[in-house]
C-alpha cells in the first residue's frame, strides 16, 4: 500500500514565523510532488511543484525534496493569519501511472 | 489558466436517487479524475479517466460509476444515493505526461437524506 503520511495538526505559530510543514512517502519510486494548499470548504490549490532533490522556491514558499530519506517538506516564511489553511501532500509513485496519493493533510493556523 | 467547473456548489438528494455531478475542463487535458473527501480519510480516488470512453476503477468505485463522451466532460453517477455517500465531491484534470499537476474543481457538497 502506497502511503504519504502528515502530522495533522494543528501546527500552531505566530505571525511573521516560519511554519514547517513535513510529509513522508512510503515508495522510493516516487517522481512528482506537490503542495496544495485548501481552505476551510474549498478544494486544493496547487502551491508548489518539486521533481528533484533539493530546495525549490517561490516566494514566501520554499519546498525541500529529500528523496534518500523519503520526505518532502513545505517552508512559509513570514507567516500571514491568510495562510491558515490544511496543507496537503501529494505523491505520484512510478507505478501508478498519472495518479497522486494525497496525504491527509496538515492543518496551519497563524496567530496574529 | 486552467479552469475546472462543476454543475452544483451544493445539492441535497434523497434515499434512492440517481444523482449525476457534472465536471468540465478547458485546457485539453487527457486525464480527468473523481475524489470524495471526508473529515479524517483525506482524498480518495473513486474513478480515473485517460481517453474519452476510458476509465478505471479508483479505490472505493463501489456505488458510482462514471462516463467521458467528450474530452472535457467527465460524469459521476451515483446510480442509487445513499446516507454515507454524503461528502464534498471534486473533480481534477491533469495532462497526461505522467505525475502531472491535478487542478481541482470548486466541488460539490453533496448531502443525501
Known amino acids: 500500500q502506497k502511503e504519504v503520511e502528515q502530522n495533522s495538526g494543528p501546527l500552531s505559530v505566530p505571525e511573521g514565523a516560519i511554519a514547517s510543514l513535513n510529509c513522508t512517502y512510503s515508495d522510493r519510486g516516487s517522481q512528482s510532488f506537490f503542495w496544495y494548499r485548501q481552505y476551510s470548504g474549498k478544494s486544493p490549490e496547487l502551491i508548489m511543484s518539486?521533481?528533484?532533490?533539493g530546495d525549490k522556491e517561490d516566494g514566501r514558499f520554499t519546498a525541500q525534496l529529500n528523496k534518500a530519506s523519503q520526505y518532502v517538506s513545505l517552508l512559509i516564511r513570514d507567516s500571514q493569519p491568510s495562510d491558515s489553511a490544511t496543507y496537503l501532500c501529494?505523491?505520484?509513485?512510478?507505478?501508478?501511472?498519472?495518479?497522486?496519493?494525497f496525504g491527509t493533510g496538515t492543518r496551519l493556523a497563524v496567530r496574529p | 489558466d486552467v479552469k475546472v467547473t462543476q454543475s452544483s456548489r451544493y445539492l441535497v438528494k434523497r434515499t434512492g436517487e440517481k444523482v449525476f455531478l457534472e465536471c468540465v475542463q478547458d485546457?485539453?487535458?487527457?486525464?480527468m479524475f473523481w475524489y470524495r473527501q471526508d473529515p479524517g480519510l483525506g482524498l480518495r480516488l473513486i474513478y480515473f479517466?485517460?481517453?474519452?470512453?476510458?476509465?478505471e476503477k479508483g479505490d472505493i468505485p463501489e456505488g458510482y460509476s462514471v462516463s467521458r463522451e467528450k474530452k472535457e466532460r467527465f460524469s459521476l453517477i451515483l446510480e442509487s444515493a445513499s446516507t454515507n455517500q454524503t461528502s464534498m465531491y471534486l473533480c481534477?484534470?491533469?495532462?497526461?505526461?505522467?505525475?502531472?499537476?491535478?487542478?481541482f474543481g470548486p466541488g460539490t457538497r453533496l448531502l443525501v437524506l
Open positions: 479517466s485517460y481517453d474519452v470512453k476510458m476509465k
Open positions: 501529494a505523491v505520484n509513485y512510478e507505478s501508478s501511472g498519472d495518479k497522486l496519493t
Open positions: 481534477a484534470s491533469s495532462l497526461q505526461h505522467g505525475g502531472e499537476t491535478q487542478y
Open positions: 518539486i521533481y528533484s532533490n
Open positions: 485546457m485539453d487535458h487527457e486525464n
